[in-house]
T-cell receptor, first 112, second 115 residues
C-alpha cells in the first residue's frame, strides 16, 4: 500500500530563515501532490498543488519541488515568520475519486 | 461565509450511543469527502460522494458508520454504537468536479469524544 513519510520531529527555525519540509512516498506514482497547512483545532487549508510533469511551483514565499524519480517533494518557506508556525501536511492523489492520502504532517515552529 | 461548515464542532457522548454529524459544502462543489484525524496523524479518507452518489468507502468505515448526501447538497455521517476508538476529529471537505481543480476545501471539523 502507499506510504507517505514526513519529518516526524518538529522543525524549529529562526525568523527570517528558510524552512524546508520533506515528503517521501513509496509504492505509488501520484498524478499530483498537494501541500496543506493545519492550525490546532482547525481543518487543513490548501496551499499548493504540483503535478507529476512539473518540477517546481511557487506562490509568494512558498516553493514546492517534485522529484518523481526520488519519489520526494520538498516544501520551502522563505523569509519565515512566526505566523508560519503550524503543521504542514503533504497529500497525494488517491486515484479516480481524487481522495487524498495524507502524510502525518510536520510541525513547524518559527522563533522570533 | 461561503466556506465548508460542520456541525456540531464538538460532541461528547457515552460509549454505545449514536451520533450524527452534518457537513454543508461550498454550494457549487459537487464532490464531498469525509476524513477522520487522530492526534498526531494526518487525515484518513473515509468516504466520497459525487453529487448524491456515494462512490467510494474506505475499509476503515465499519458497518457502524453510514453517510448520506441527499439531493447532493449537505451530508451527514452517523456512527452507531460508538466505541472509544471512534474518538477523533471528523473532517468534511468539498471540491469542484473540474479537471483543472483538485484542491479540497476543509471544514473546521467535528471533534468527537467517546467516554
Amino acid at each position: 500500500s502507499q506510504k507517505i513519510e514526513q519529518n516526524s520531529e518538529a522543525l524549529n527555525i529562526q525568523e527570517g530563515k528558510t524552512a524546508t519540509l520533506t515528503c517521501n512516498y513509496t509504492n505509488y506514482s501520484p498524478a499530483y501532490l498537494q501541500w496543506y497547512r493545519q492550525d490546532p483545532g482547525r481543518g487543513p487549508v490548501f496551499l499548493l498543488l504540483i503535478r507529476e510533469n512539473e518540477k517546481e511551483k511557487r506562490k509568494e514565499r512558498l516553493k514546492v519541488t517534485f522529484d518523481t524519480t526520488l519519489k520526494q517533494s520538498l516544501f520551502h518557506i522563505t523569509a519565515s515568520q512566526p505566523a508560519d508556525s503550524a503543521t504542514y501536511l503533504c497529500a497525494l492523489d488517491g486515484g479516480a475519486t481524487n481522495k487524498l492520502i495524507f502524510g502525518t504532517g510536520t510541525l513547524l515552529a518559527v522563533q522570533p | 461565509d461561503t466556506g465548508v461548515s460542520q456541525d456540531p464542532r464538538h460532541k461528547i457522548t457515552k460509549r454505545g450511543q449514536n451520533v450524527t454529524f452534518r457537513c454543508d459544502p461550498i454550494s457549487e462543489h459537487n464532490r464531498l469527502y469525509w476524513y477522520r484525524q487522530t492526534l498526531g496523524q494526518g487525515p484518513e479518507f473515509l468516504t466520497y460522494f459525487q453529487n448524491e452518489a456515494q462512490l467510494e468507502k474506505s475499509r476503515l468505515l465499519s458497518d457502524r458508520f453510514s453517510a448520506e448526501r441527499p439531493k447532493g447538497s449537505f451530508s451527514t455521517l452517523e456512527i452507531q454504537r460508538t466505541e472509544q476508538g471512534d474518538s477523533a476529529m471528523y473532517l468534511c471537505a468539498s471540491s469542484r468536479h473540474d479537471l483543472l481543480s483538485y484542491e479540497q476545501y476543509f471544514g473546521p471539523g467535528t471533534r468527537l469524544t467517546v467516554t
